[in-house]
């Protein structure tokens, strides 16, 4: 075991501090990476305040992982140190169920092991996360991050970027169809820039007028404002396919009605309550309604890969870290364009 030094919420009314605990040292087919940078999830907030009532404090939050391999262990043959490297939302599976063996890690039958809040393998403890000095990761769970993108700006995609590259990859998402995406914040705004490389027809839903303009810089062909209920009217009946990446409560039922006859809703935004939806809007044309968890390990690979061969990375704002209980209540108000990302290099050596 070796001292390391992180930011911990001790308690959901408690802001995140330094603290310092004790990860295990590189087996033989782990690797132990220098964290640089991490992205700051909303996932983050709602397990460090313990909004989804399951949160083990203490709490080391993180799972937009970018840094260096610093040691690796005598069987580990992915990786060399000095390498770039990132981590996402998963550290291990069971690697035998049809998920796992389908590269679907995420889907894990008996339950993926997510880079913090899980049980570790060993069943002593849990699983701490990046805001945090190092990591140690078995390799099979590591990425390699392209040389051709910045690394700050490459952090959240391990979490915002895979989010929306699945679904946009498991529908087949490419030239000739009509793709709406909906909400511009952390994930909407990768979704567009996704959908775009990948030779859709973009529209961005939007209920700002003010990201009107960014959404076109992102590479939007079309901003709707969706307030408009005339705007969403004349949409009715012509999209292929739409990702829903709001996590406030919103009328699913206005989206879902602007898809043609076959066309696919898939929700990556998670609202705190449950979204009503009309079944005759399903029934009448053949739609389907659908959800998608972040991405496997393979396929987060791919886009990490494609990022690097189309110069694509998050729209990112550094802070210290010292600047994260502000940046939380700011991320509460949509106060980033778009994904926090903290510079590791101002932890503090010691809690």
């Known amino acids: 075991m070796f001292t390391c030094t992180g930011y911990a919420a001790t308690a959901a009314d408690a802001r995140l501090a330094p603290f310092t605990f004790e990860r295990r040292d590189p087996g033989p087919t782990d ?120 690394f700050a700006a490459a952090a959240p995609l391990l979490c915002a970027g895979i989010t929306t590259w699945s679904p946009l990859r498991r529908w087949k998402v490419g030239p000739g169809q009509k793709v709406g995406i909906v909400g511009l914040g952390g994930l909407g705004h990768m979704g567009v820039k996704f959908a775009v490389a990948l030779g859709a027809e973009v529209t961005l839903f939007t209920t700002s007028e003010s990201k009107v303009a960014d959404g076109k810089r992102l590479g939007a062909h079309r901003v709707v404002i969706s307030r408009d209920s005339a705007a969403m009217a004349a949409e009715a009946n012509s999209f292929d396919f739409i990702l829903d990446a709001v996590s406030a409560n919103h009328d699913i039922n206005a989206y879902l009605a602007c898809l043609k006859l076959d066309g696919t809703l898939v929700q990556v935004g998670a609202p705190e309550d449950p979204l009503p939806v009309s079944v005759f809007g399903l029934l009448m044309k053949r739609r389907s309604f659908a959800g998608s968890l972040i991405g496997g390990i393979g396929e987060t690979q791919e886009m990490l890969d494609f990022c690097g061969e189309h110069g694509i990375t998050c729209d990112v704002e550094m802070i210290r870290m010292d600047e994260i209980n502000e940046a939380y209540e700011r991320m509460l108000k949509s106060d980033v364009k778009y994904r926090f990302v903290i510079d590791m290099a101002t932890l503090p050596d010691a809690a």
């Open 31 to 150: 690797v132990q990476i220098d964290i640089h940078y991490c992205g700051v999830c909303h996932s983050d907030l709602h397990q460090a305040r313990n909004e989804w009532r399951n949160t083990v404090f203490p709490c080391v939050p993180g799972h937009e992982i970018v840094g260096i391999v610093r040691a690796v262990g005598t069987e580990v043959t992915k990786y060399s140190v000095g390498d770039r490297v990132g981590v996402g939302c998963m550290v291990d599976s069971c690697r035998e169920c049809p998920s796992c063996k389908a590269g679907l890690e995420q889907y894990c039958e008996p339950g993926a092991r997510f880079t913090y809040n899980s049980p570790e393998a060993d069943g002593k403890g849990h699983t701490f996360g990046g805001y945090s000095r190092q990591i140690v990761v078995d390799q099979d769970f590591v990425l390699r991050v392209p040389d051709s993108i910045d």
